[in-house]
């Protein structure tokens, strides 16, 4: 996976002035953290329809029926649904190549959850809404992995998105070097230990939809499918627990290489994260060296150990 990986992002998170304000909302995380290994393609639905900069705020309001619309916060006449709703809809039939997309919170037009919906008179709002332009996204790719700005300052949030992407990017490369079987059976296992972590259901359940695969005689319906599938799964945040497991299993292919002290040594290790005394790179980092020393050919594929940059030190604090 050497190209950048392409992601979708709310303009005035790159540090565009679009903003209705006249500025700018610079999401430090992207544009400087995450910008090496990221091709950013940015997007103002609402400079997109026409309105200047800088602009009247808008909102979303909800009428006697339940209906939706994006109107002005000033409460001048004027309603851009559907102006809204037909450029998310051309803009966004553009972007299946994307492997995520970071949102503006908050937002009437790229909030992804919670934002204020006003009722017909301004009196009254609810937390309760999501941007018009996000929610056609999230229709329409729904194996999509999407978040906001505020949510990535979350240490947990910011690892699970990161890891979905790339993931998800390693899928669509294998889609565009030409779908086989075998090429699908292999991609599954590489992911396997990595997927245990997220949900040792959903991990069973997919694995039963792969040993499925030769019931399928399209490939490309298949492969919708199992997108679908690997996204929800892996939208589940990796728990202590089962990392836990993940670890205790991957130590069981060292044992009869390690000495006494060597096996009480890693235990122990893994122990204390299991505790939240370590971090979940310390007992990574053990087993990837005990690894160099005792090669496996099935741990050495595992995406686990490294499933994304070492550089974005997303491990440190789990």
Known sequence: MDEKIPVGISACLSGEKVRFDGGHKRLAFAVEDLSPWVRYEPVCPEMAIGLPVPRPALRLVKDDEGAISLRFSDKREGDLTADMAEFSHQRIARLTHLCGYIVCAKSPSCGMERVRVYDKDGKNNRKAGRGIFTEILMQTFPWLPVEEDGRLHDPAIREN????????????????????????????????????????????????????????????????????????????????????????HVQGYFRPHLNGRQRQELAELIDRYRQGTQPLLAPVTLLKHYLAEYPDGYLQQQRYFDPFPEALRLRYGN
């Open 161 to 248: 998105f990161v890891e979905r992407i790339y993931t998800l990017h390693e899928l669509n490369q294998l889609r565009a070097q030409g779908l086989t079987r075998g090429a699908l059976i292999a991609f599954h296992s590489r992911y396997k230990l990595l997927l245990l972590a997220h949900s040792q259901q959903q991990y069973r359940e997919l694995g039963r939809f792969v040993a499925a695969i030769d019931q399928w005689d399209d490939l490309e319906l298949y492969f919708n499918e199992y997108r679908q599938r690997l996204m929800t799964l892996m939208s589940h945040h990796a728990t202590r627990r089962n990392h836990t497991n993940v670890l205790m």
